[in-house]
């Protein structure tokens, strides 16, 4: 059997077993989704083609019970200098009804995304990120960043005692955060308030290994996002179509860090965004529980 044929025959494996494929799952179930001790949760940016009341609706009826709030569904669509001045002056009431929204729906924001890579942003700016986070009622904060911004990041943490997962990208140059050495240098000398937002496809897609990576590394990470990319910079793919590691990653969390949350983050092209993300939710569900 060719290495095609065997991706599409371990994806089938997963999602037809019984009861999996596009489950509903009923109002009065929308409790935290929580598999063998892992949350199984999503990053809002899977519902970027709608609204956050529409996000709320279709992640409830999915099953989810956490994400991670990006930017994307409570922040306009601005230059970076128009950015920075809406961060700045919109009222912290409008994220503190985002969070009450998704509570009410049985989901818990538990991280927020604030990315900070458009110019170098202020002590002001990254101090409002907290400020945001607090007021959505998040736990935590991920970003993607840049190596030189985590000092600054770093010192904004501490006084808020809060921890920030710095989220690597595909892309391999100065000053991004993709590589291992990236990782080791965005974490020298800092604080046990930073850590990575583990993001397995980028990781994959970039020539290195998350299962071993996680398996020396794992209490460094903050949350993973699940994603299936081809390597060698390849596309975005369903899940078991690639070659990122999926399976092998949630069973070493589930028996080895199962405080860590795996956040699927849909990214290929379809055209009805719920039944693929139900899929995704149902292939990660088996393989926890498996």
């Not at 037809?16 to 596009?22: E, S």
């Not at 503190?96 to 604030?114: C, N, S, V």
Request: aromatic share 6%.
């Amino acid at each position: 059997m060719d290495k095609t044929m065997l991706q599409r025959s371990r994806r089938s494996a997963i999602l037809a077993l019984p009861g999996v494929l596009m489950t509903r799952r009923p109002a009065s179930a929308l409790h935290r989704s929580v598999f063998r001790g892992v949350v199984l949760g999503t990053q809002t940016y899977s519902f970027r083609d709608r609204p956050l009341d529409e996000a709320i609706l279709a992640m409830a009826q999915i099953g989810f019970g956490s994400c991670e709030l990006s930017g994307r569904h409570v922040e306009p669509s601005l230059r970076s200098a128009e950015l920075r001045q809406w961060r700045l002056t919109v009222p912290l009431g409008h994220f503190a009804t985002a969070g009450e929204k998704l509570r009410q729906a049985g989901i818990e924001p538990q991280i927020f995304t604030y990315n900070l890579t458009l110019t170098p942003p202020s002590d002001t700016e990254i101090e409002r990120g907290f400020e945001i986070a607090k007021a959505l009622g998040a736990k935590t904060i991920s970003s993607s960043t840049r190596l030189s911004i985590v000092p600054a990041i770093d010192a904004a943490a501490r006084r808020h005692k809060m921890r920030v997962g710095l989220h690597n990208h595909s892309l391999i140059k100065q000053d991004e955060i993709t590589t291992p050495d990236d990782f080791a240098a965005a974490l020298r000398g800092r604080s046990e308030y930073m850590a990575i937002t583990l993001d397995i496809g980028h990781f994959t897609a970039a020539g290195f290994n998350p299962t071993r990576w996680l398996q020396q590394h794992h209490r460094e990470v903050l949350s993973l996002h699940i994603k299936d990319r081809k390597k060698n910079q390849g596309p975005n793919v369903p899940f078991g179509q690639g070659d990122t590691p999926i399976d092998p990653v949630l069973r070493y969390i589930r028996d080895n860090a199962p405080e860590i949350p795996a956040l699927i983050e849909y990214e290929y092209n379809s055209n009805d965004t719920v039944a693929e993300v139900q899929k995704c939710f149902d292939y990660c569900k088996i393989v926890l529980l498996s």
